[in-house]
């Protein structure tokens, strides 16, 4: 049944016609959750990281973890001083001027497109595993390797994700309850099985404190590389500060927000990934974490051997967590373009805002005809999608993450000296995250030039992993080209101006 919401003193409709006073702390948390899906980034990120670094996995995800809460706390600063569902779009233009501003945006935009293509893919994946668990046919599972079934099953759960998206909050906020408590009580289960259990799995290591010791770390390059894919399972706390005008008192809930998110994580990581290597060593026989048969999707490899017939529970959690995260992630391209939009920096269509819902009503389906279509080109021309996805993912990740942080630094200057506390968090904090994040993607980029670094796939001799990564920035800066011809006021700065903050607090 269509609802129609009333407005309220609590509920009214801000300048680009969202609707405020929707969603309380532990709502976004849960959005939060939902969008970083801790089973679906697991499985598919576990892997490749354990092939870089081998049993520093947790160290791995401790450094990652770094620049991720530093890079919060500048995102909680710049919220509570102008919060706007643009994010860094708006950030960046306010501290940089409209240039750097649409490529921070862009940024945004591009790592959220590749986020939902992969997310689409494991989707499909864990669908037909689950249905041939179901049934006991295991020809079912193989039919996600049928190139043009897998696109279109793809192409069904994006239309899926996509009208719920435009639905509105209420109704996803209701089912995400629901998916997120589900995946995590699997998980957790998982991981204790495993712990109970390592000594009789054949293939297991004993908990060591070594696994903590990044020294033992071969070189550099693998310790980038390994951040750079522990950044990926952490990205997504953003969404919560994308829900800003949407949020009860979104000047404090979606900071707050963010930062429970990203600890929380923080936790069913290291959790899960010493569970992992207690029980499946890092070997690259059997199911071992090494095992290149194994690394693009560890759950379906360790989830018999640890659960047994509780194995469909696993199967189940990742696919409800990968279509959940497909529906939630929606929200922040679909923000992040109704705020470009608004603002001038893309078509005006963008801004349109379904009168009904309150949702960016073009902004969510022109994500999904993207990211779907970035899906179908990358499962045709990628011989492991899902790995060169994901480190292609990590320098959109690293570019706009770190572009934030060094806005906030930028627009708070006048007011960094004012107190120990700005100087901190407004200073500090993001400054170091931010140069974090920047070594890893400038690293990232010069190793993935070489075809070596992911799947081995090659575009005209060019690491695929850095024409995807690297051909999408060049792409927005021709994008912001055409765009600064067509609707030149917002690159006049006369639709959102540089700015810093009056008074020093």
């Known amino acids: 049944m269509e609802q129609h919401h009333p407005r309220s003193a609590h509920q009214d409709v801000d300048g680009k016609g969202l609707k405020s006073g929707q969603l309380g702390l532990l709502a976004i948390v849960v959005i939060g959750l939902s969008t970083i899906a ?3 980034t697991l499985t598919g990120a576990l892997g490749p990281t354990v092939q870089e670094v081998g049993a520093q996995l947790p160290i791995i995800f401790v450094i990652g973890f770094i620049p991720m809460i530093l890079v ?6 710049l919220n509570t001083d102008s919060p706007d569902s643009g994010t860094t779009f708006t950030w960046s233009t306010k501290a940089f001027g409209p240039w750097i501003g649409f490529m921070g945006g ?3 935009l591009a790592a959220n497109i590749i986020v939902l293509s992969n997310l689409a893919g494991v989707a499909v994946d864990f669908f037909y595993l689950f249905l041939a668990q179901v049934t006991g046919v295991e020809g079912l599972a193989d039919l996600a390797s049928n190139q043009w079934i897998n696109v279109a099953t793809c192409l069904v759960f994006v239309v899926a994700a996509v009208w719920i998206s435009y639905r509105g909050l209420e109704t996803a906020k209701n089912v995400q309850y629901v998916l997120v408590g589900f995946q995590l009580l699997v998980l957790g289960l998982f991981a204790i099985m495993a712990i109970v259990n390592w000594e009789n799995s054949g293939q297991g290591m004993a908990f060591s404190w070594d696994w903590f010791d990044i020294t033992k770390v071969d070189s550099f390059s693998a310790i980038t590389a390994g951040i750079s894919l522990s950044i990926f399972v952490y990205w997504g706390w953003d969404v919560c500060l994308t829900l800003n005008e949407e949020a009860k ?4 809930t979606a900071g707050k927000a963010g930062t429970i998110t990203a600890l929380s994580v923080l936790a069913i990581y290291l959790l899960v990934a010493i569970a992992c290597i207690m029980f499946a060593g890092i070997g690259e026989q059997g199911f071992g974490l090494r095992n290149p048969e194994n690394s693009g999707n560890i759950f379906t490899a360790l989830a018999s051997p640890i659960m047994g017939p509780l194995a469909i529970l ?14 939630s ?3 922040s391209p679909a923000r992040g373009l109704l705020a470009m939009g608004h603002y001038g920096a893309l078509p005006k269509s963008m801004a349109k805002v379904d009168p009904v819902h309150f949702t960016p009503a073009n902004a969510t389906v022109a994500a999904g005809v993207i990211s779907w279509g970035f899906y179908a080109v990358m499962h045709i021309v990628s011989q492991n999608v899902l790995n060169d996805t994901i480190l292609a993912l990590g320098l959109m990740i690293c570019f706009y993450y770190g572009l934030t942080a060094f806005a906030c630094v930028w627009y708070f200057r006048k007011t960094l000296l004012a107190s120990p506390r700005n100087f901190l968090l407004r200073g500090l904090a993001p400054v170091v995250g931010g140069i974090m994040l920047f070594v890893v993607m400038i690293q990232t980029a010069v190793d993935s030039w070489d075809p070596a670094f992911g799947s081995g796939t090659s575009v005209f001799g060019v690491g695929l992993v850095f024409v995807v990564g690297v051909g999408i920035l060049l792409l927005g800066v ?24 009056a008074l020093v607090d």
Do not use: I, N
Request: aromatic share 10%.
């Open 38 to 40: 801790p089973a679906y």
């Open 72 to 77: 919060a706390l500048a995102y909680r600063e």
């Open 106 to 108: 862009w940024g945004l």
């Open 249 to 252: 008192d979104g000047r404090k």
């Open 314 to 327: 696993m199967s189940l959690a990742v696919l409800s967590s990968s279509a959940a995260s497909l529906q």
């Open 329 to 331: 992630t929606f929200m």
């Open 478 to 501: 021709v994008v912001m080209l055409v765009m600064s011809r067509k609707r030149p006021e917002f690159f006049r700065g006369q639709t959102l101006k540089m700015d810093t903050p």
